[in-house]
T-cell receptor, first 111, second 112 residues
Framework: ETGVTQSPTHLIKTRGQQVTLRCSSQ?????VSWYQQALGQGPQFIFQ???????GRGNFPPRFSGLQFPNYSSELNVNALELDDSALYLC??????????FGPGTRLTVL | GENVEQHPSTLSVQEGDSAVIKCTYS??????FPWYKQELGKGPQLIID?????GEKKDQRIAVTLNKTAKHFSLHITETQPEDSAVYFC???????????FGTGTRLTIIP
């Protein structure tokens, strides 16, 4: 186990709704990255937070937003959900270094 | 941006034989190459990584090789066991940019 936890494990939303996913990073890690993994695909980088500041963003629209808190835990918010947002959302924590350790993910289904 | 290609997409190997998965990358600035194993219903697990100043790294039955000139790197698993069955992903990133770009994955099946 990596020590990275995510909640909830699964959730179902309808198109147009908003969702918040949560991640607790491994003890001592100050960087959290979020990835979206569609079925049968590799994870795609959404954004990264380092010491509460966004530190890079992938090719995702502004309705994907995030926060990092002083204890380095993080949230991913998605507004105006679309059917294509259905995926496994992964967070990974690191100590401002290369090695990223992933949590188990949150499976989001948009109906 | 970086593009990582991974082959094969599926691989079946007899238990005890070796498995090799290959990846190529496009961005010459990439200098960190991790490999992840993902089991059903779980997040990716880091199994080995290599940095560009090293050509080969080994950890028990797992090894990774890197050819910077050709921009490709490979995962080698020897003496395969049933618990090696999973989806394996390669990835690449550049120093100062911790965004990982992943390959499309290889589903490895070990046949008892």
């Amino acid at each position: 186990e990596t020590g990275v936890t995510q909640s909830p494990t699964h959730l179902i939303k309808t198109r147009g709704q908003q969702v918040t996913l949560r991640c607790s990073s491994q003890s001592g890690h100050n960087t959290v990255s979020w990835y979206q993994q569609a079925l049968g695909q590799g994870p795609q980088f959404i954004f990264q937070y380092y010491r509460e500041e966004e530190n890079g963003r992938g090719n995702f629209p502004p309705r994907f937003s995030g926060l990092q808190f002083p204890n380095y835990s993080s949230e991913l918010n998605v507004n105006a959900l679309e059917l294509d947002d259905s995926a496994l959302y992964l967070c990974a924590s690191s100590l401002a270094s290369y090695e990223q350790f992933f949590g188990p993910g949150t499976r989001l289904t948009v109906l | 941006g970086e593009n990582v290609e991974q082959h094969p997409s599926t691989l079946s190997v007899q238990e005890g034989d070796s498995a090799v998965i290959k990846c190529t990358y496009s961005d010459s600035a990439s200098n960190y190459f991790p490999w992840y194993k993902q089991e059903l219903g779980k997040g990716p697990q880091l199994i080995i990584d290599i940095r560009s100043n090293v050509g080969e790294k080994k950890d028990q039955r797992i090894a990774v090789t890197l050819n910077k000139t050709a921009k490709h790197f490979s995962l080698h698993i020897t003496e395969t066991q049933p618990e090696d069955s999973a989806v394996y992903f390669c990835a690449a990133s550049a120093f100062g940019n911790e965004k990982l770009t992943f390959g499309t994955g290889t589903r490895l099946t070990i046949i008892p």
